[in-house]
Nanobody, 115 residues
């Protein structure tokens, strides 16, 4: 059974940086596409970034140029480095993996950006 656990969320001020982590287990880490999504109350989950098995990356327009997705296969960990954070980035952030035609999600980590 595949399992994902996020960490690294917190409360920061606008302009600050934060790095989220997602540790994967139960599957061949690095072999599958993985994603970061985020969700605010009352709305559906919003795509943030993806990293493919060939380390290709793609970002939502709203975070392009400010966020960087990466992963360390040896540590089985995916990262989301978030720079120049804005209040609109406030959300619960989730990691996702598509493994053998099944989708797995982590439990989420809260990021709050406010003065």
């Amino acid at each position: 059974q595949s399992h994902l656990v996020e960490s690294g969320g917190g409360s920061v001020q606008p302009g600050d940086s934060l790095t989220l982590s997602c540790v994967g287990s139960g599957f061949r880490f690095g072999h599958y596409i993985m994603f970061w999504y985020r969700q605010v109350p009352g709305k559906g989950r919003e795509f943030v970034a993806e990293i493919t098995s060939l380390d290709g990356t793609r970002y939502a327009d709203s975070v392009n140029g400010r966020f960087v997705i990466s992963r360390d296969i040896d540590r089985k960990t995916m990262f989301l480095q978030m720079n120049n954070l804005k209040p609109d980035d406030t959300a619960v952030y989730y990691c996702r993996a598509n493994v053998d035609m099944q989708t797995y999600w982590g439990q989420g980590t809260q990021v709050t950006v406010s003065e």
